[in-house]
Each structure stands twice: as structure tokens, then as C-alpha cells.
């Protein structure tokens, strides 16, 4: 398999786990955070980190993200950072860019400006859960490349009442859990000690391959 270049801007909770997902399914990844503490945090599961305002061109360009692939903004915190971050990686000429909107009124704006795909967990989310059927215990969520998917699949029964840390998922599953829904409640940054329950959804990110393994456990 060919590897792909990843540079994920922001290392919080959603762009760690997307991070070190790629990496550990041996695609190249590019870390960029202006938070020290982040950027250290992750250093040792991924290719590269850069600590620097992914908001600014000429950090962007010292680090090589125009040579990537992907270009994924994982962070929505900061609204103004990642329309900024979106415009001039258009500029930059990158192939395909994917950005993380906090809002609709901010999702509008990133496709406006031509990022190739949206994500909005919570609103994602709603709108397949609305239309899911209740036979379906998996369904495909984002494909972020020919690999490697963010996908939506109903809670093994055998995790119940566990916590995320207890089960151990990311080492022996090979995915990491980014949310988790329970009746129209949605937990988008779920701690190692949130503990899983019945009819909870869990929102996965990993290669296609252990995400089919995890849905057929």
C-alpha cells in the first residue's frame, strides 16, 4: 500500500485521536499546534510535530503542508484560526482540505470558501441516526481516505458498563473512540474514565479493516 501525508492543524482531543489513528495505520503525519503541551503530548505517536499558529502562512509553508495529501483542521474552537487556515490552504494549492466546523453558521463558511468536506459531528450525527435503520449496526461515517474512515457503530454488548480505559480500545482494537451517543445525547469528547453504556453509539476513527473487526465483535 502506497502511504498518504496527512497534516492535521490542532492537537486537541479530536485531532490527537484522528492523528495518532493514521499514524498507527502507517500513513505519514504532520502535527500543528501552538500549544507546547498539545503538540509535545502526541510528538510520540505521529511523524512530525510543529509547534506554531497553524494560522499563518508562513508556518504553514516551513512545515511542508503544501506537499501533503490531506490537509485536516481538527480544531473549531477557533472559529476565525480556521477560516484563515482554510483560505490560505486553498491558496497553497493542497489537494484536498477537511476542516472540523464548531457551528452551521461556520460550516456554511468553510464550504463557501471551497474546503472539500465538512464535518460537524453533532449535526452529522443527528441526521444519520434520524435516518438509520434499526436492523443497521454499522454505518460509514466519513471516508477520510481509500483506508482509513471515521465511522458510526452501535456498542458491543460486552463493553457495557465498562469504561473507555478498561477496555482498552485503541491497543487492542486498533481504533479510538471520538464521541458517543445515547439517545439523542451526544458526548463529543468522551475521557478515558466515561463509562459505556446500552444503546450507546460510538463514533470511531480508524482503518476500515479493524473498524469491520470492531463491528463484528
Given at each position: 500500500?502506497?502511504?498518504?501525508?496527512?497534516?492535521?492543524?490542532?492537537?486537541?482531543?479530536?485531532?490527537?485521536?484522528?492523528?495518532?489513528?493514521?499514524?498507527?495505520?502507517?500513513?505519514?503525519?504532520?502535527?500543528?499546534?501552538?500549544?507546547?503541551?498539545?503538540?509535545?503530548?502526541?510528538?510520540e505517536?505521529?511523524?512530525?510535530?510543529?509547534?506554531?499558529?497553524?494560522?499563518e502562512?508562513?508556518?504553514?509553508?516551513?512545515?511542508?503542508?503544501?506537499?501533503?495529501?490531506?490537509?485536516?483542521?481538527?480544531?473549531?474552537?477557533?472559529?476565525?484560526?480556521?477560516?484563515l487556515?482554510?483560505?490560505?490552504?486553498?491558496?497553497?494549492?493542497?489537494?484536498?482540505?477537511?476542516?472540523?466546523?464548531?457551528?452551521?453558521?461556520?460550516?456554511?463558511?468553510?464550504?463557501?470558501?471551497?474546503?472539500?468536506?465538512?464535518?460537524m459531528?453533532?449535526?452529522?450525527?443527528g441526521?444519520?441516526?434520524?435516518?438509520?435503520?434499526?436492523?443497521?449496526?454499522?454505518?460509514?461515517?466519513?471516508?477520510?481516505?481509500?483506508?482509513?474512515?471515521?465511522?458510526?457503530?452501535?456498542?458491543?454488548?460486552?463493553?457495557?458498563?465498562?469504561?473507555?480505559?478498561?477496555?482498552?480500545?485503541?491497543?487492542?482494537?486498533?481504533?479510538?473512540?471520538?464521541?458517543?451517543?445515547?439517545?439523542?445525547?451526544?458526548?463529543?469528547?468522551?475521557?478515558?474514565?466515561?463509562?459505556?453504556?446500552?444503546?450507546?453509539?460510538?463514533?470511531?476513527?480508524?482503518?476500515?479493516?479493524?473498524?469491520?473487526?470492531?463491528?463484528?465483535?
Amino acid at each position: 500500500m502506497i502511504k498518504k501525508s496527512f497534516a492535521v492543524l490542532g492537537a486537541g482531543r479530536f485531532g490527537r485521536s484522528i492523528a495518532e489513528a493514521l499514524y498507527t495505520i502507517g500513513e505519514e503525519v504532520l502535527v500543528i499546534d501552538k500549544n507546547e503541551t498539545a503538540a509535545e503530548a502526541v510528538a510520540e505517536n505521529v511523524t512530525q510535530t510543529v509547534i506554531g499558529n497553524y494560522s499563518e502562512e508562513a508556518v504553514l509553508r516551513a512545515a511542508g503542508v503544501q506537499n501533503v495529501d490531506t490537509v485536516i483542521i481538527a480544531s473549531s474552537s477557533d472559529v476565525k484560526s480556521s477560516i484563515l487556515a482554510a483560505v490560505i490552504l486553498r491558496e497553497m494549492g493542497v489537494k484536498y482540505i477537511i476542516a472540523r466546523a464548531a457551528d452551521k453558521t461556520h460550516a456554511k463558511i468553510l464550504e463557501k470558501i471551497d474546503v472539500d468536506t465538512v464535518i460537524m459531528p453533532e449535526r452529522d450525527m443527528g441526521e444519520r441516526l434520524a435516518h438509520k435503520l434499526t436492523s443497521s449496526n454499522f454505518l460509514e461515517y466519513i471516508e477520510l481516505s481509500d483506508s482509513f474512515s471515521i465511522a458510526e457503530v452501535n456498542c458491543p454488548s460486552k463493553f457495557f458498563h465498562k469504561t473507555i480505559k478498561d477496555i482498552d480500545i485503541r491497543n487492542k482494537y486498533k481504533v479510538n473512540i471520538i464521541a458517543i451517543e445515547n439517545n439523542g445525547e451526544v458526548n463529543a469528547a468522551p475521557m478515558p474514565g466515561t463509562k459505556l453504556r446500552s444503546h450507546d453509539v460510538l463514533i470511531i476513527i480508524g482503518s476500515n479493516k479493524d473498524i469491520e473487526d470492531f463491528k463484528n465483535l
